[in-house]
């Protein structure tokens, strides 16, 4: 046996495995190098050790007596900072299997400073420095003893830190899991809010969180939803797309990590007038959908030192994407909800006004005649001459309630839109129109002969509808205007009456009050075809009136063959 297999096999049976072994229970990194380092320094008798490990930032551990001379601790601290300054760097070494062992004397101290890597394959990860006094150096045998415990604490190191990473990423998945459980519950927006942040508050380990989302038309973020230990803002505030380090991420659509706002001249200073607290780190990201944002999570004031890197921002996104997703289906949600409220309200208007017509009309009409007809019946007694005269008044009363049912029922159902087209649809409701309101109505459609798509059509005849019953109801006007035209690649449709007028902005602002919905139904109808309605009003001679119009391209309202045979 030679003598270099000798000393293998000394330092193998010579090696502490019992504590050696008991590192190996150890799950935290720190505790393990802590402990590693200490039983180094007991096994080789050192008076002190350092221990480098590569993280972000590095780990630094001491024990032992570090109670040098001013020159000892300084180049010990030098020989620290230079193993920092390698380890973020690529450092390797070509031969992988051996940590070499390095002496250093440190002055005329009387004291010598052994330097050895851990390794990860050729990669360096750390070091490892033991301080000896002069003589007390680890002989030939002792080198192989510790250089087969640092290659061990190498490895151990190694998969302890995979391990937390291994761990870490199970945490967070799982987490995820319960984000999307969480957001796949409900489409109530403010619980899928306030859910959204307390779960990334939680699991970025951060102070409080805030939820902003645009406001296309003001170009404003809106505060919707805050969290945490510190009220951040009060909901609803409001500010600029080009204010402070959200509207930077809400304009540009990208994340940001800011860990120190004092030192980014995005920050503005009015996030912190409304609350007591102090804003110190941000990492916010965009919420987009399909590349478009539509708002800002901001986490603010992360518990750790070291401040959010870029695995935090990694979680953010991952997280904001499935709230962006969850956010739209729950503003789809409401949506529907609010069309099917409107339809209802719909239906109930339409209910109400054909009970109102039926009772002011028709059913006022039948009543009349019921009465008449007993009239007749007593003067066949009395005076059977008068009865003819009363005959003419009863068939008059019959004609009239006909042509009011006819109007009723043209109104719920124009059957001559369907079978015969827009233009002669509008000619029938205006005929009817002449012989039972009070009002006049002049049609201009002289310039017009397109077939329009039935549902276009049958938009505009509700837009129409809907006009000329506002007309009835409010304006008091003795003409109304109803022409349609075409102007250049648009369908010109314009309601026009002489009445006495209204404040467009003050009904449209107070819908919710009225309870009536008749302009914002026109706006609704318009959409559905693609179509622009303005409705301009005044209440001041000479311009007195209404005018409502309506533009759609023709491309969408007239049916394709009618427009490739004309245009």
Do not use: C
């Not at 490990?53 to 300084?74: C, M, S, Y």
């Not at 930077?248 to 994340?255: D, I, L, N, Q, R």
């Not at 949506?335 to 009772?359: P, Y």
């Amino acid at each position: 046996m030679s003598r270099e297999q000798s000393l293998e096999q000394r330092a193998a049976s010579l090696i502490p495995l019992d504590q050696f072994i008991e590192l190996v229970t150890h799950r935290d990194l720190e505790e393990l190098l802590t402990d590693a380092l200490a039983l180094m320094i007991r096994t080789f008798n050192a008076k002190a050790g350092s221990l480098i490990f590569a993280r972000v930032p590095p780990l630094r551990i001491r024990q032992g007596e570090f109670d040098f001379d001013k020159e000892v601790a300084e180049q010990i601290t030098r020989w620290e900072k230079t193993i920092e300054n390698r380890i973020n760097s690529t450092w390797e070494i070509q031969t992988p299997r051996l940590s070499p062992i390095t002496i250093h004397p440190l002055s005329d101290s009387g004291l010598t400073l052994l330097t050895i890597p851990l390794l990860s394959q050729m990669k360096i990860i750390g070091s490892i420095g033991l301080v000896f006094e002069v003589g007390q150096e680890p002989d030939n045998y002792q080198h192989h003893v510790l250089t087969r415990f640092v290659r061990g604490i190498s490895n151990m190191a190694q998969l302890t830190e995979e391990l937390a990473v291994t761990q870490q990423r199970l945490s967070q998945l799982g987490l995820l899991y319960q984000v999307g459980q969480t957001m796949a519950s409900t489409f109530d927006l403010t619980k899928l809010l306030n859910d959204t942040l307390q779960l990334t508050t939680s699991v970025i380990d951060a102070a409080a969180s805030a939820l902003m989302l645009i406001d296309e038309q003001s170009n404003e973020l809106v505060f919707e939803v805050t969290h945490g230990v510190e009220k951040v803002v009060v909901p609803r505030e409001r500010i600029s797309l080009d204010e402070g380090i959200a509207g930077w991420v809400a304009t540009h659509g990208e994340p940001v990590i800011v860990n120190d706002v004092s030192k980014d001249s995005r920050f503005s200073q009015k996030a912190d007038a409304h609350t007591s607290s102090l804003t110190r780190s941000i990492a916010a990201v965009p919420l987009q959908i399909k590349g478009k944002t539509i708002g800002v999570l901001e986490v603010l004031n992360k518990f750790s030192a070291d401040g959010f890197d870029e695995e935090d921002l990694r979680l953010i996104l991952t997280l904001t994407t499935q709230a962006a997703i969850a956010i739209e289906n729950a503003r789809l949600y409401q949506s529907l909800r609010e069309e099917r409220d409107r339809i209802i309200q719909a239906q109930d208007d339409v209910r109400r006004e054909l009970s109102r017509k039926l009772h002011d009309g028709t059913v006022q009409f039948l009543a009349a005649i019921a009465m008449d007809v007993e009239h007749v019946g007593r003067l066949l007694k009395l005076k059977p001459e008068a009865v003819f005269a009363e005959l003419d008044a009863l068939r008059k009363l019959v004609h009239q309630a006909t042509r009011e049912a006819r109007i009723v029922l043209f109104e719920l159902r124009p059957v001559i839109l369907e079978s015969q087209g827009l233009v002669p649809a509008l000619r029938s409701y205006v005929n009817q129109l002449q012989d039972s309101d009070e009002f006049a109505v002049h049609l201009d459609v002289s310039n017009f002969d397109s077939q329009l798509d039935p549902k276009v059509a049958g938009t505009i005849f509700s837009i129409v509808q809907e006009a000329i019953n506002n007309v009835k109801k409010h304006a008091h006007a003795r003409n109304v205007w109803l022409n349609l035209a075409i102007d250049r690649d648009q369908l010109v449709v314009g309601i026009k009456d002489d009445g006495q007028g209204f404040d467009v902005k003050a009904i449209e602002r107070d819908y919710d009050q009225r309870g009536s919905f008749g302009l914002l139904n026109m706006h609704e109808r318009a959409e559905l075809i693609d179509g622009f309605l303005v409705i301009e009003s005044s209440q001041v001679e000479p311009e007195r009136g209404t005018v409502v119009t309506l533009r759609v391209l023709l491309n969408k309202a007239v049916g394709p063959r009618w427009l490739n045979h004309k245009y």
